[in-house]
């Protein structure tokens, strides 16, 4: 069940079929997982910003904020069920269908937001409209992870898979850059201009992305553990959800712990903070977009360094060493939010969304996959990760505003508990099941077994 002797064979130099193999594989979880969560971080980021002042009563402006922020958790009520169906569908008909058929849910999901009447226009038909198309990118959502981190940890060869394992993590922070960077833009010509319609534009750029994304990712060959998986009828035909939480339980159980507290950190750092500085500092939507952006950037910088961590030690030690850092960190990050000046904003967004997330997400990939065996890997993944973020994903930010609105100092202290405990969430599984799971039942017969990476 360890790990050292893995990481210390020398890795044999990849032929050039294999480069080229890995570049296809490479393109389709880095730039299709960049387009969808750049969908996803743009529904976030507004939600922050603007869609409390179009599809809400704007009469309280921060109970509007509150229900806007309500329609972003609805999302993630959605995912596990996008989790369950792609992943039970990506262990019966392959890794390569569920990166096309999420792309293309989630794609068309988020364009369709642009094209909704306001409040103001149509009453609560937009609002009903942006819960109902919101549920849809969440069930899209809710698949994508999975089936981009397992595409690249099954096409990853010996001593790799930390390092490839991260490249959805990398997809996903170049989505929130661009994002980030489309709000600054838009920003920068005013906020009448954005609050008015403007926010609508990059939205309905996502009908433009669909096909691009859907080419690139349609190009990527399927995994060949899957392949040898299908050779095995015996195994393929067995139903993976029941064979789930029949045999493989224990992982299903760390990933979903796991990720009710990574998610905690996550969207507290990412979206609260910019609802809470808005709210309670007055800092507008461009110097907040400005600072998550530079944050993004220093998170792309990082992920291939954790990924290589990863490859070094394993998956689970670095998830646990990004909760310590995430606990340790808690409570200066929240201060720098108060101060809210540009500097301090600027620090606690790299630190948050710059360091301490990306250290978490970054193997997460190569961790929750060793979890499992290849016959339930892609069920297990979704389930176990888009229940843990459902539970917390969505209602972490919003508990962290509603604690700060309750306060009548408008404190940040209870937020500071909130992700201190979440990152004791983080730590504990993490450790205890670093070393993952022994071969898969699914390797052909007579195979070695194959050690876990993470």
Known sequence: ??????????????????????????????????????????????????????????????????????????GFV????????????????????????????????TGVVGLLPSY??????????????????????????????????????????GS??????LGMNIGLVLSALTIASLSGIGEDFLVGGGWRIPFLASFALV????????????????????????AARRPSLRLLFRRDWRGLVTVVVVAIGYNAISYTLKTFSLAYVADYRGVGAGSSALALSVAGVVAIAAVP?????????????????????????????????????????????????????????????SFFAAQFPVETRSTGLGTGREIGTALSGGLAPLAALSLVAASPTHSTAGVGVLLAVAAVVVVVPAWLRRAGVPASAGAPEGAAPRQPAS
């Not at 959605?78 to 992943?87: K, T």
């Not at 939010?337 to 997460?364: C, E, F, K, N």
């Open 305 to 365: 360094v954790v990924g290589r961590l990863c490859d070094r030690f394993s998956g689970g030690a670095v998830v646990a060493a990004g909760g310590v850092l995430a606990g340790v960190c808690a409570f200066p990050v929240l201060a720098l939010l108060r101060d809210a000046s540009q500097p301090a904003l600027l620090a606690a967004m790299i630190a948050g969304t710059g360091i301490i997330v990306p250290m978490m997400l970054g193997a997460q990939g």
């Open 1 to 74: 069940m360890g790990t050292g002797e893995q990481h210390a064979t020398v890795r044999p130099r990849p032929s050039e079929p294999e480069r080229a193999n890995g570049r296809r594989v490479a393109a389709a979880t880095v730039v299709g997982t960049a387009i969808e969560w750049y969908d996803f971080y743009l529904y976030a980021s507004m939600a922050s910003l603007v869609f409390g002042r179009v599809f809400f009563d704007t009469s309280d402006p921060r109970s509007a904020t509150l229900a806007s922020l309500a329609t972003f958790a609805v």
């Open 211 to 234: 096909g691009f994304g859907i080419w690139v990712r349609s190009r990527v060959p399927e995994t060949p553990e899957f392949v040898r998986l299908g050779h095995d009828r015996a």
């Open 164 to 169: 490839q394992a991260a490249w959805p993590a």
């Open 78 to 109: 959605a995912r596990p069920f996008g989790g369950v169906i792609f992943g039970v569908l990506g262990d019966r008909l392959g890794r390569k269908y569920t990166l096309v058929a999420t792309f293309l849910l989630m794609g068309v999901s």
């Open 120 to 161: 103001g226009s149509a009453g609560l038909l937009g609002t009903v409209g942006l819960v109902v198309v919101r549920v849809f990118q969440g069930i899209g959502a809710g698949a994508e992870y999975a089936a981009a981190a397992i595409t690249s940890y099954e096409h990853a060869g010996d001593g790799r898979r």
